[in-house]
């Protein structure tokens, strides 16, 4: 059983349309969420974290954390081409701090 | 802030040869530093996680006496692929874990080694 599950995609939206992208996780013990974004060739780079339930905002992106449904989300608003990656939700569960990914989620924001 | 470099971006060897991959957290201390490895299409994959002035903790199916890594700085982790061969071809990503922004426990990636083994 995978501990973190993403939809693999692509999500395809259009431009200026906004963008979710979901993530689940089985271990309830988890601690801290991370959402990543990696382009084709690249090491992925930090979006946001959270910790606590609900949301949490930065610009154009919002993660959510719903803990007792083991749910993780991430919006973004005015979804731009540039947006367009794989998205990559980590989640920490407390041991030695690592961080279990998911596979992923492509996103394309077309035109 | 928050930045990891890696050295260097990409390396094409021949098989049995050793190749080192330098990570250097530059702009702040990093206890722990992770390895990571990633196939084309595929997510990332823990190989180890590197404590500075301790041995490295290895994930389970990777070889530890192949994939030597060193932390002997808070800023700077290395990992020596030994012997490589074409099946060890792949992205190595590391990442650096700075605990002094707000005692979160975030990974910042440093931007990847892509190594060919012919």
């Known amino acids: 059983q995978k501990e973190v599950e993403q939809n693999s995609g692509p999500l395809s939206v259009p431009e200026g349309a906004i963008a979710s992208l979901n993530c689940t996780y089985s271990?309830?013990?988890?601690?801290?969420f991370f959402w990543y974004r990696q382009y084709s060739g690249k090491s992925p780079e930090l979006i946001m974290f959270?910790?606590?339930?609900g949301d949490k905002e930065d610009g154009r992106f919002t993660a959510q954390l719903n803990k007792a449904s083991q749910y993780v989300s991430l919006l973004i608003r005015d979804s731009q081409p540039s947006d367009s990656a794989t998205y990559l939700c980590?989640?920490?569960?407390?041991?030695?701090?690592?961080?279990?990914f998911g596979t992923g989620t492509r996103l394309q924001v077309t035109l | 802030g928050a930045v990891v470099s890696q050295h260097p971006s990409w390396v094409i060897c021949k098989s049995g040869t050793s190749v080192k991959i330098e990570c250097r957290s530059l702009?702040?201390?990093?206890?722990?530093m992770f390895w990571y490895r990633q196939f084309p299409k595929q997510s990332l994959m823990l190989m180890a996680t590197?404590?500075?002035?301790?041995?490295?903790?290895?994930e389970q199916g990777v070889e530890k006496d192949k994939f030597l890594i060193n932390h002997a700085s808070l800023t700077l982790s290395t990992l020596t692929v030994t012997s490589a061969h074409p099946e060890d071809s792949s992205f190595y990503i590391c990442?650096?874990?700075?605990?002094?922004?707000?005692?979160?426990?975030?990974?910042?990636f440093g931007p990847g080694t892509r190594l060919t083994v012919l």
């Open positions: 271990d309830r013990g988890s601690q801290s």
């Open positions: 959270i910790y606590s339930n």
């Open positions: 590197s404590n500075e002035g301790s041995k490295a903790t290895y």
């Open positions: 990442s650096a874990r700075d605990r002094s922004r707000g005692g979160t426990d975030t990974q910042y």
């Open positions: 980590a989640v920490n569960t407390g041991t030695a701090s690592k961080l279990t």
């Open positions: 702009d702040f201390q990093a206890t722990t």
